[in-house]
């Protein structure tokens, strides 16, 4: 008799899944090694920038009080006692109606107060000297980047788990990380099952595939910031699939398997969970694609157990996987971002279940629209290739028509939310379901 599985609701899966999450370590890596990677803490500034008053401009320092009578009839002349470039000091007193030439980023004179531009001042030479007359009056702190007006020292400028993006990386730099303090990458292995599987390399031959959602899992582990681990293809032999299962465990902290859980006579995985004594969190969800997802825990470890089909092994990874690995990180808003968007087609098929249908987003008319790619079904692997969005579809009894207000979960996107924020976007779409 086949097993008869109840489905839960999506959120009830990840609730259920994030009640197993875990963090990793820190652990340091090179600052030029440190994109792509999640703080391991809080990156506070140790110290203001810019740490002295600096010249954003090339041009004269001087005194704003000697330019009160300045005007157009009234030109006000300043000798020039010295020059500064980026990166030197000029320590000496500068007086009346005495300026220093300056250059874009060099420190301020301690006796001046404001800069004046190149273009304005008329430069002349008198006695062997330089001067310059200026026509116009200056404010204290005219042209002065003021010490701390970047920032203050203190300042939270980004919490641990946060990306580290390029602007993240010049900040790193900007207060001396050498080497960064990172979030330990989860090590994720990854099993393919099914003896139908051919190595990429190998040549087609009736009955058999290519083997695309090893690739595919190793390549969205990455994207979502983990380290895969591949043991390879596995066979349908129960035994030997269960031993390579037990041992893969001990060298991970997470492990996915692709096929084998649904109820075939070879979908060994759910006997597999129950011989290693694994707690089955769930082993139906009512999506499309993705309803065979299997999660299981044993010993504190997750299990993922994706569908063979590949994009419902996508989709399962990105709504699963994906919050699993970014918590272990220290990433506070571990699910894909949302954003409500107009369809772009209709999408006829109604379901019962929620769908996550595979998608591109457009801009129209100050609008985003999601428009579905092709070929829905959870067995192709074609529509994956140009998907950046899932537009989530809750389930009913009807279809979707082009122009209604749909959510959709932004792939690419690496600020997250929370699951609530992940909630809370499905809620306000079912609310605003209507044509715009
Ligand atoms: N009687 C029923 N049959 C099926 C049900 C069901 O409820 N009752 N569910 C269907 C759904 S929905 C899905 S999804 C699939 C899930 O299958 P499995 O997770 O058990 O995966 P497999 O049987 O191993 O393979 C399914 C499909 O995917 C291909 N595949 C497998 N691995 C890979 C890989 N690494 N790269 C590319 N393609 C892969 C495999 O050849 C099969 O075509 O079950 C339905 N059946
Ligand atoms: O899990 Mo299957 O992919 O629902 O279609
Ligand atoms: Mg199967």
């Keep these: 008799m086949v097993e008869k599985r109840k489905p839960i609701k999506v959120v009830e899966a990840m609730k259920r899944i994030m009640a197993f999450s875990k963090h990793g370590r820190i652990e340091y890596v090179p600052l030029e090694d440190s994109y792509g990677h999640f703080l391991g803490q809080d990156l506070i500034a140790d110290h203001d920038v810019p740490f002295f008053d600096r010249s954003p401009y090339d041009g004269f320092a001087i005194r704003a009080e000697d330019t009160v009578n300045a005007n157009r009839n009234n030109p006000v002349s300043f000798e020039v006692i010295g020059e500064i470039g980026a990166g030197s000091v000029f320590n000496e007193p500068v007086g009346k109606n005495q300026a220093v030439r300056i250059m874009t980023g060099a420190q301020i004179p301690e006796s001046c107060n404001a800069v004046v531009m190149l273009e304005l001042a ?186 063979g089909n590949p994009s419902a092994c996508y989709v399962g990874f990105e709504l699963f996987t994906r919050p699993t690995i970014r918590e272990y990180l220290f990433v506070e808003k571990s699910f894909l971002k949302k954003e409500i968007a107009i369809l772009g087609k209709d999408f006829t098929k109604a379901n019962p279940f929620d769908r996550f249908v595979r998608g591109y987003l457009g801009y129209e008319n100050g609008r985003l629209v999601a428009s579905p790619i092709g070929l829905d079904k959870s067995n192709v692997v074609s529509s994956l290739g140009h998907a950046d969005i899932l537009i989530q579809l809750p389930g009913g009894t009807r279809g979707y028509e082009k122009g209604m207000e749909v959510s959709v ?28």
């Design 122 to 307: 008329n430069e002349y030479t008198k006695d062997g000297k330089p001067y310059f007359d200026l026509k116009r009056k200056s404010k204290v702190g005219e042209n002065i980047s003021f010490t701390g007006e970047d920032t203050k020292k203190g300042t939270v400028l980004a919490t641990k788990g946060t990306y580290i993006n390029p602007g993240i990386v010049a900040l790193l730099a900007t207060f001396g990380y050498k080497n960064v303090p990172v979030s330990s990458k989860p090590k994720i292995g990854i099993i393919a099952t099914g003896s139908e599987l051919l190595e990429v390399d190998q040549p087609l031959e009736p009955g058999k595939i290519r083997n695309s959602n090893a690739y595919m899992v190793q390549a969205q582990v990455k994207r979502a910031g983990g380290e895969p681990i591949y043991f390879g293809q596995f066979s349908d032999d129960f035994e030997t699939c269960f031993y390579q299962v037990k041992e893969a465990l001990e060298k991970v902290d997470f492990l996915i398997t692709t096929g084998g859980v649904s109820v075939g006579d070879y979908d060994y995985l759910p006997d597999i969970y129950e011989k290693l004594g694994a707690n089955v969190l769930f082993n139906k969800i009512a999506m499309r694609p993705g309803s065979v997802t299997t999660v299981a825990e044993l010993d504190g470890k997750i299990l993922f157990g994706l569908s």
């Design 409 to 436: 979960i932004l792939l690419e996107d690496q600020e997250g939310t929370t699951l609530d924020g992940f909630v809370e976007s499905d809620i306000n779409t079912r609310r605003s379901m209507r044509h715009v």
